[in-house]
């Protein structure tokens, strides 16, 4: 634990210093690379100033390779300040923190059809391995990130340890939870969706931050975007200290769209033409800013999310995109009584295909844990329990067909220990999923997770009284609270740990962190029980 904390806070210090340096890599100049002839590069050029300021991260580990990204952006909040040409960029891996032990390196283009953001899938790795990496451009170096590879498919696996974070509102709070992200003894971390924001410029004058434009429609407003959430010190160093696994909801695009539906009927893109347009920019900026793997390039506003990844035989990740897909929201996309559409067997959150990836996945599984990574909760929450009950929509609770079919599902087949994990309502929840959630008494069916923000909602409380009022209506719901934080999850093959870890604030930059509370869930024994 003390090497995790003493990398984390080695990386916090590098990374502010290179921000606080002005001018630190200016009028640098680099040289072509020889193996791109055909590429029109940059001869002679010299950056404004230090190119790396939006970090590095890495992603999607496999068992024998992993994804590490980074993004040449002198001026990151003015389109990157980069010209508009190619620009190579080495890289290297070590398996040392020194990067003396240097097992592999390359280089690869920075373009600015992809605003200079570059993803190298490195080959060849060993198995559940730590390795260190870096970029290097011209004489400039950036940060040195920590990544690892996934035990073998199949192979035994005792421990896996990861956190689960989700919705960072820049003008809402501090990223602190971040900064002990960072120092903790975790494998990876899971983003559960809401990595940026889109609307404007707050007019809430305690705001501890602000946005840098109003509302982003465009590609290059999206770019700006990105970048400012990226320039935070303490995202930057969880991303260096892990590999992510990440999803997205709605706001990297617009809040509660549905698949291509537009829900603020006050702006132009209600025209479903114009709204696959933006749809369209927000998941090339996306993309440009995450260390997926190419398969996720985005062919206009289409964009492959869900997939699949396995940490040998403990646990299988079954990472969900209950956005792109899903039919519109029934009855209105906010807290509704039920309806008929609500109940529609056509509706669906996930879209037909990946409904059957899904089952197949874990019909096929032989992981220990099967866990959905996705967005938003599957348990219901009814709200006003005793007149004739209200569901938010644009959770699983709108599309009740779905949740049947997929409860159905894993109490028919039977996947081995099935735990949900999602973000969204900026609360913490623990929760049984049950075959009827309107019987107590009926089969629980499986587990599931639901972290709170990491400053959305500014520095919250420990229970909203109107919250609380409706939870002894809603028995599988076992813990609630309305603090910032993350999720550590700790996995074995007898037991999972949940650690609900919460910040004192967010408004202010001296938040601490505690560990609010504890769940288990055991193999073979679905549900959550108090630790």
């Not at 290179?18 to 020889?34: D, E, K, P, Q």
């Amino acid at each position: 634990m003390a090497n995790n904390q003493n990398f984390g806070q080695l990386l916090q210090t590098r990374i502010k210093r290179r921000n606080l340096i002005i001018g630190a890599g200016a009028f640098t100049g680099f040289a072509i690379a020889n193996q791109f002839p055909h590429q029109r590069a940059i001869a002679t050029g010299r950056f404004s100033d230090y190119p790396f300021k939006l970090g590095v991260a890495s992603g999607d580990p496999y068992d024998t390779s992993v994804v590490i990204w980074t993004r040449l952006a002198p001026e990151p909040l003015d389109g990157g300040g980069m010209p508009p040409v190619n620009v190579p960029i080495r890289w290297e891996v070590a398996t040392d923190a020194n990067m003396r032990r240097i097992i592999s390196r390359g280089t690869v283009l920075a373009t600015p059809e992809l605003a200079h953001s570059v993803r190298v899938v490195v080959e060849g790795l060993t198995p559940n391995t730590w390795y260190w990496y870096r970029f290097l451009v011209g004489s400039e170096s950036s940060p040195i990130g920590r990544t690892r590879t996934f035990p073998a498919v199949g192979s035994y696996s005792n421990n896996l340890k990861f956190a689960l974070a989700s919705c960072q509102h820049y003008e809402q709070g501090y990223y602190t939870a971040y900064k002990y992200m960072a120092q903790d003894d975790l494998d990876l971390v899971f983003h559960a969706g809401d990595y940026i924001y889109e609307g404007g410029i707050t007019t809430n004058v305690n705001s501890p931050r602000r946005h840098n434009s109003p509302e982003i429609i465009t590609l290059e407003e999206y770019r700006n975007r990105h970048a400012l959430y990226k320039t935070d010190v303490h995202l930057q160093a969880a991303h260096a200290a892990f590999p992510w696994i990440v999803t997205w909801d709605d706001h990297e695009v617009e809040n509660n769209y549905a698949n291509d539906i537009s829900q603020i009927d006050t702006e132009p893109d209600q025209d479903r033409a114009i709204f696959l347009e933006r749809r369209a920019v927000a998941y090339q900026a996306y993309y440009e800013h995450m260390p997926l793997r190419p398969f996720s390039r985005p062919v206009g506003p289409d964009m492959q999310l869900y997939r699949r990844l396995n940490f040998g035989n403990l646990a299988t990740f079954h990472v969900l995109d209950t956005r792109q897909y899903r039919t519109d929201q029934p009855c209105g996309d906010g807290t509704r009584a039920r309806c008929p559409e609500n109940l529609a067997p056509q509706a669906t959150i996930t879209g037909q295909a990946q409904e059957q990836w899904l089952y197949d996945g874990l019909d096929q599984s032989a992981a220990k844990w099967n866990i959905l990574a996705q967005q938003v909760p599957i348990a219901q929450r009814d709200t006003t329990p005793g007149e004739g009950g209200t569901y938010s929509m644009d959770k699983w609770d709108g599309y009740v067909a779905s949740r049947d079919r997929l409860l159905s599902f894993i109490e028919q087949r039977q996947p081995s220990n099935v735990v949900s994990l999602g973000g969204d309502l900026h609360n913490n929840w623990a929760m049984d999923l049950k075959a009827d959630f309107d019987n107590p008494e009926s089969a629980t069916l499986a587990s599931e997770f639901i972290c709170t923000s990491i400053s959305s909602g500014g520095n919250g409380n420990d229970a909203n009284p109107n919250v609380l009022a409706y939870l002894p209506d809603n028995p599988h719901i076992k813990f609630y609270n309305n603090q910032r934080g993350y999720v550590r999850c700790s996995v074995t093959p007898t037991t999972w740990k949940s650690d609900f870890l919460v910040m004192s604030n967010v408004t202010t930059l001296d938040g601490t962190i505690s560990n609010r509370a504890s769940f288990v869930v055991q193999d073979g024994r679905p549900g959550v029980l108090p630790l």
